[in-house]
């Protein structure tokens, strides 16, 4: 093993990140260390390298939640994964296990939760340390390349989806087709929901037709009235929503194409607010559902749909040197589905 690997490095908010030659990290007791093969790139890592959001991370620090790859080393105590296994980091990079959240089933929503690529060193490394209890196990039946997406967009929104209780035969809207609803138009479809989309670009509308959506609408050629005709078009609306857009015109599309009893989940997140209105929210019995990432439990259902078969990620594979590229093509709405950065060992 070299003594030294290269990383993405946010070294100050709103600047290129740079490539550096860093000291490969040790994993402490808990921990493991993975030779990082294949990282994915998700809008939350050009937000933690931009500091958009009110808690933030702290520079210099290495992005990255959607990292695939080798176990190299095994910290003390670690009997969850050996040397030679296959596994990945995720956004959930580790939980207390102990408060009121943890307790029940939801530990992504613990006060004491620690998060990769934000407030711990992530996946745009060569090699990275992860929590052995918290990092998701990958088969070796799959494509390493491929399953990196499932690691953040896939475990998302299908979470996503079992938040919004649509059941098998029933309709769910998702609203934007892009790295994350693209995936979720499949998991949906593997889950026997009824899908219509919408997105403000016929080329994302022609991919969710691809991935087995029924409907598909654009927000901006058919933009007036538009919940009225997807409701027309569902036979009194649809029964969920799962909003991935970030554009903060799709909330209250998406709220007002329900139909009564209604959920609509939201994992996107756009920086404006969103109007409600409560006269309806109240009188046709609706819910309006934050949804963060998943759980292991759900994390390991998502890469088992992912390992069937099930979900084949639209991607591209680009060298980690294009890092800053890569966002500034996110930047520009240019990227269809995801990119898959080579870490380039």
């Given at each position: ?174 609203s934007g087709v892009g790295g ?118 759900d994390m390991e259902e998502a ?15 680009q060298p980690l040197a294009e ?23």
């Open positions: 093993m070299t003594e030294t690997m290269k990383a993405a490095v946010v070294t100050q908010f709103q600047a290129p990140l740079e490539i550096q030659d860093l000291p490969i990290p040790t994993p402490g007791p808990g921990e493991v260390l993975i030779k990082t093969l294949y990282s994915g790139v998700c809008h939350t890592d050009l937000h933690a390298a931009h500091g958009d959001w009110p808690v933030k991370p702290t520079p210099p620090f290495i992005p990255g939640h959607e990292g695939a790859g080798e176990v190299v080393a095994v910290g003390e105590g670690v009997t969850e994964l050996q040397v030679g296994d296959w596994a990945g980091n995720a956004w959930l990079w580790s939980a207390c296990g102990h408060c009121e959240w943890c307790q029940t089933g939801r530990e992504t929503l613990c006060p004491n939760a620690q998060y990769g690529g934000y407030t711990k060193d992530g996946s745009f490394g060569q090699y990275m340390v992860v929590d052995a209890k918290f990092a998701p196990r990958i088969p070796k039946t799959v494509d390493l390349a491929a399953v990196a997406p499932i690691l953040c967009a896939g475990v998302t929104v299908y979470k996503g989806l079992k938040e919004s209780e649509v059941k098998p035969g029933e309709w769910v809207l998702i994350l609803g693209h995936i979720a138009v499949q998991y949906a479809v593997a889950m026997g929901m009824r899908v219509a989309t919408v997105d403000v670009d016929d080329a994302k509308s022609e991919l969710a037709r691809k991935h087995g959506a029924e409907l598909t609408f654009n927000a901006i050629t058919e933009g007036d009235n538009l919940d009225a005709k997807i409701k027309e078009a569902t036979g009194g609306g649809v029964h969920g929503g799962l909003v991935t857009a970030v554009n903060g015109k799709a909330f209250p599309l998406a709220v007002g194409a329900l139909r009564s009893g209604g959920t609509v989940s939201l994992v996107g997140l756009p920086p404006e607010a969103f109007p409600l209105d409560i006269f309806s929210t109240v009188l046709f019995g609706l819910t309006i559902r934050g949804s963060l990432v998943g759980t292991r439990k890469i088992d749909f992912f390992a069937r078969g099930l979900i084949k990620p639209t991607y591209k594979v890092v800053n590229e890569i966002f500034d093509d996110m930047i520009a709405a240019k990227i269809d589905g995801r990119i898959v950065m080579d870490m380039g060992h």
